[in-house]
T-cell receptor, first 116, second 113 residues
């Protein structure tokens, strides 16, 4: 079974530039998550999709971050314009909808963003 | 508010010994607690979870203990191996909701050969 795919793996941009990250979840997984992981910290949830609808975006800085999941499969996360404090690893994860209270999340390798 | 924290940022263990990683949580309204392992350059990997109505759960070489009285969670790794070297995160899921979890800051486990 193929895992969660993310691209690019690394990105270096200057502040005020724009950047986009792509995620392809595990086939059949209805729930998709984007996390931000700052060095030395645990992942922080930015946005969660169930199929192509948003179920939680309470921690997404909506003035500069946006995400979409068209057709309920792939997803993109965009930052426009980037700030220095956006330097982090952006992780995508997916999980199935099995009816259990908790379904294991499978993470991709992440995209390491450096903002100069 | 919700918070999940870890007692020790770094833990060094001799190969073959048992490791114990601790975690304190503050949200009593959580129905699942989860441990993840993150190796350098990789995304977190699920290890084991425990439901809030349980005290103990065992997996392959790992045991999770939950003490709701003192809001404490621990992960025990038996016969620690070099491949266990990683950062370990505890996470909690509030009751209800859409599977959202909150991660702690992590403990780095270093296995000494």
């Amino acid at each position: 079974e193929a895992g969660v795919a993310q691209s690019p793996r690394y990105k270096i941009i200057e502040k005020r530039q724009s950047v986009a990250f792509w995620c392809n979840p595990i086939s059949g997984h209805a729930t998709l998550y984007w996390y931000q992981q700052i060095l030395g910290q645990g992942p922080k949830l930015l946005i969660q999709f169930q199929n192509n609808g948003v179920v939680d975006d309470s921690q997404l800085p909506k003035d500069r971050f946006s995400a979409e999941r068209l057709k309920g499969v792939d997803s993109t996360l965009k930052i426009q314009p980037a700030k220095l404090e956006d330097s982090a690893v952006y992780l995508c994860a997916s999980s199935s909808l099995s009816g259990r209270a908790y379904n294991e999340q499978f993470f991709g390798p992440g995209t390491r963003l450096t903002v100069l | 508010g919700e918070s999940v924290g870890l007692h020790l940022p770094t833990l060094s263990v001799q190969e073959g010994d048992n490791s114990i990683i601790n975690c304190a949580y503050s949200n009593s309204a959580s129905d699942y607690f989860i441990w993840y392992k993150q190796e350098s350059g990789k995304g977190p990997q699920f290890i084991i979870d425990i439901r809030s109505n349980m005290d103990k759960r065992q997996g392959q070489r790992v045991t999770v203990l939950l003490n709701k009285t003192v809001k404490h969670l621990s992960l025990q790794i038996a016969a620690t191996q070099p491949g266990d070297s990683a950062v370990y995160f505890c996470a909690e899921k509030p009751t209800g909701g859409y599977q959202k979890v909150t991660f702690g800051t992590g403990t780095k486990l270093q296995v000494i050969p």
